[in-house]
């Protein structure tokens, strides 16, 4: 919008304006400063670090249950800008109380979490639109879905975790 200039309208601005998205943002927002604020990312994190309390000597597998667990959970939220700001206070917390590197953990959910489409209604529009029109199955989209979640697995502990250690951050601060 230019003031005078003419470049953007506000009435053209409304009517190409996607505001359905702006709105689940602003509540995966608001919901994720509220997990922070209230002290419940913290209690859910305390509850798998009590759960997995036998594990902190092994960062590597505590961080390939977290992408697990990342996994589960994105497969049951279709909307990433709403998985995202939702999960990414409980795995900061959770990192934190392992002693696992917070950012290195949270950059694995971000990987893993952008992999995962196994359903068409995940995915952005293009693969609905493919979808309607008859260009692939639910199960070859299942398929697929997998297995770019075990490439993304491979990715992180094959590229990703090497390459942070070559650049000095460490999966163990």
């Known amino acids: ?42 209690w859910l994190a305390q509850g798998l670090t009590r759960t997995l309390s036998a594990l902190t000597t092994e960062p590597l597998l505590l961080l390939l249950l977290l992408m697990a667990a990342t996994s589960l959970i994105r497969m049951g939220m279709p909307s990433l800008s709403g998985f995202l700001p939702i999960l990414i206070p409980v795995v900061l917390a959770f990192a934190q109380q392992v002693g696992l590197n917070p950012l290195l953990s949270a950059l694995a959910v971000v990987i893993v979490g952008d992999s995962i489409v196994v359903y068409a209604a995940q995915g952005a529009a293009s693969s609905l639109l493919a979808y309607e029109r008859g260009h692939f ?12 979640t075990v490439i993304s697995f491979a990715v992180v502990f094959g590229v990703a975790l090497p390459y942070w250690a070559l650049v000095g951050e460490r999966l163990r601060p």
């Open 1 to 42: 919008l230019s003031p005078r200039i003419g470049v953007l309208d506000w009435s053209a601005l409304e009517r190409g304006l996607a505001w359905s998205i702006i709105f689940v943002l602003a509540a995966s927002l608001s919901l994720a400063n509220a997990l922070v604020t209230s002290g419940a990312s913290a």
């Open 137 to 148: 199955s639910s199960r070859e989209l299942l398929t697929a879905g997998l297995g770019t």
